[in-house]
T-cell receptor
Framework: KAGVTQTPRYLIKTRGQQVTLSCSPISGHRSVSWYQQTPGQGLQFLFEYFSETQRNKGNFPGRFSGRQFSNSRSEMNVSTLELGDSALYLC?????????????FGPGTRLTVT | EDQVTQSPEALRLQEGESSSLNCSYTVSGLRGLFWYRQDPGKGPEFLFTLYSAGEEKEKERLKATLTKKESFLHITAPKPEDSATYLCAVQAGGSYIPTFGRGTSLIVHP
C-alpha cells in the first residue's frame, strides 16, 4: 500500500511570495492534517480536513490556508511568505474511524524562505 | 489544556546499553497514545498506539508501555540504526487532533 506522498520535497521562495504544497494521503484515508515543524517549536498543528471540510484549525495566521479535494488529496497555501515560515511542512493522513487517530506522515516539504 | 512532556530531551547510549524514554501526559479522557520515530529531515514513522493503562506493545528492540500518567518506550540492546528522535503524542477527549511532545533525541554509539 502506497504511503503518504508530498510534493515538492524542497522549495526555496523569497519573502512576500506565496507557495502551494500538495499531499496525497494513503488510499482510503479521508482525514488529512498539516503540521509545521521547526527546531524551536517542534510539531505544530496547522489544520485538518475531513471529507473536503476543514474540521480543525490550529493557531496560525490567515496567511496559512488549505483545502481538500474529493479524492482526499490536499493542498496548503501560504501567502506573503515571511522568513519565519521556513520549516518542514508535514502532511499526515488517517482513517479517523472508531475514535482512533493513528496518523501516517509523509516525507515532508522543506520550505526555505530567503 | 492537554500537555505532553518527554524526557530526557537527549540521550546518548552505547550499543547494547538498554534504556527507557519517558512520555508523561496531563489530559482529560485519554483515547490513545502514539509513539513515532523520526529520522533527520524525514516525516515521523508510526510505531505504536496504546489505548489503556497496562497495555504493552513490542516491535523488534522497542517495547512501549502505558500507565494512567505516562508511557515508556523501552529500548533493549540498541543498535546505531536506532538513532533517531522519538515522538510521543496523545489523543484525548473529543479532539481528533493529537498533541505532540517535543521528542527525545537518541544517539546510539557503536
Amino acid at each position: 500500500k502506497a504511503g503518504v506522498t508530498q510534493t515538492p520535497r524542497y522549495l526555496i521562495k523569497t519573502r512576500g511570495q506565496q507557495v502551494t504544497l500538495s499531499c496525497s494521503p494513503i488510499s482510503g484515508h479521508r482525514s488529512v492534517s498539516w503540521y509545521q515543524q521547526t527546531p524551536g517549536q517542534g510539531l505544530q498543528f496547522l489544520f485538518e480536513y475531513f471529507s473536503e471540510t476543514q474540521r480543525n484549525k490550529g493557531n496560525f495566521p490567515g496567511r496559512f490556508s488549505g483545502r481538500q479535494f474529493s479524492n482526499s488529496r490536499s493542498e496548503m497555501n501560504v501567502s506573503t511568505l515571511e522568513l519565519g515560515d521556513s520549516a518542514l511542512y508535514l502532511c499526515a493522513s488517517s482513517l479517523a474511524t472508531d475514535g482512533t487517530y493513528e496518523q501516517y506522515f509523509g516525507p515532508g516539504t522543506r520550505l526555505t524562505v530567503t | 489544556e492537554d500537555q505532553v512532556t518527554q524526557s530526557p530531551e537527549a540521550l546518548r547510549l552505547q550499543e547494547g546499553e538498554s534504556s527507557s524514554l519517558n512520555c508523561s501526559y496531563t489530559v482529560s479522557g485519554l483515547r490513545g497514545l502514539f509513539w513515532y520515530r523520526q529520522d533527520p529531515g524525514k516525516g515521523p514513522e508510526f510505531l505504536f498506539t496504546l489505548y489503556s493503562a497496562g497495555e504493552e506493545k513490542e516491535k523488534e528492540r522497542l517495547k512501549a508501555t502505558l500507565t494512567k500518567k505516562e508511557s515508556f518506550l523501552h529500548i533493549t540492546a540498541p543498535k546505531p540504526e536506532d538513532s533517531a528522535t522519538y515522538l510521543c503524542a496523545v489523543q484525548a477527549g473529543g479532539s481528533y487532533i493529537p498533541t505532540f511532545g517535543r521528542g527525545t533525541s537518541l544517539i546510539v554509539h557503536p
